[in-house]
């Protein structure tokens, strides 16, 4: 199967030949076959190479490559690696609990109805505000974690249902009445600011 940006390249290699044709000879549009032509080269090809070419950086736009290759972005990369199991993005991304591939999307995205297209506009606000505007310092989250990101991976695996911590505090979890990040629980999660003091854990080749 044709990757996506291989099949970009070969839309576009086509649109181009087809259009340098009808230029060239420019008598081929006047019958309705080269009426047709000339439409598809002029209308359909550019939407076909616009909607692959969107629909293939919008999945690239997924990948923690992607995320952290913004330079504002690397210490929250770096923490990823931070070698403590207290530091939740740490041990989440270590140990494969998350696909490591798109670890920032898979737990920053809203996970109601329409969570991926909030997630990726908020993503192309990001892009406008990196080369147009100003970075907020420190960075934060547009609205407070909801429990919903957790809970639709650790709701009903065994190692959550078992602990009576989570059985005693269980509808209030899934409720958000109590935050899965409330001090004492789960309270440390990028820690920029601490990244100075710890380890850092490297993974064997």
């Keep these: 199967m044709a990757?996506?940006?291989n099949l970009i390249a070969a839309l576009f290699v086509v649109t181009a030949?087809?259009?340098?044709?009808?230029v060239l000879r420019p008598s081929l549009t006047a019958t309705r076959e080269g009426k047709i032509l000339a439409f598809v080269v002029l209308c359909v090809l550019p939407l076909a190479c616009s909607a692959v070419g969107f629909n293939a950086h919008m999945e690239r736009s997924k990948s923690t490559q992607?995320?952290?290759?913004?330079?504002?972005?690397?210490?929250?990369?770096?923490?990823?690696w931070v070698d403590d199991a207290k530091?939740?993005?740490a041990s989440h991304f270590q140990n494969h609990r998350i696909p490591a591939e798109s670890a920032c999307f898979t737990c920053h995205t809203d996970y109601a109805m329409y969570g991926d297209i909030r997630a990726?506009?908020?993503g192309l606000h990001h892009v406008y505000v990196q080369y147009l505007g100003t970075p907020m310092q420190p960075l934060h989250l547009y609205v407070p974690f909801n429990n919903r990101e957790c809970l639709h991976c650790h709701l009903g695996a065994r190692?959550?249902?078992e602990s009576p911590t989570h059985s005693a505090m269980?509808?209030?979890?899934?409720s958000n009445q109590?935050?899965?990040l409330t001090s004492g629980c789960h309270d440390t999660v990028h820690n920029i600011a601490g990244q100075g003091s710890v380890k850092f854990w490297k993974e064997p080749n």
């Design 3 to 5: 990757s996506p940006d």
């Design 17 to 22: 030949a087809l259009l340098l044709l009808c």
């Design 66 to 80: 992607f995320c952290l290759s913004c330079h504002l972005m690397e210490p929250y990369g770096k923490s990823l």
């Design 87 to 89: 530091y939740i993005p």
């Design 120 to 122: 990726k506009m908020r």
């Design 159 to 161: 190692s959550f249902e």
């Design 170 to 174: 269980r509808a209030d979890l899934i």
């Design 178 to 180: 109590t935050s899965c």
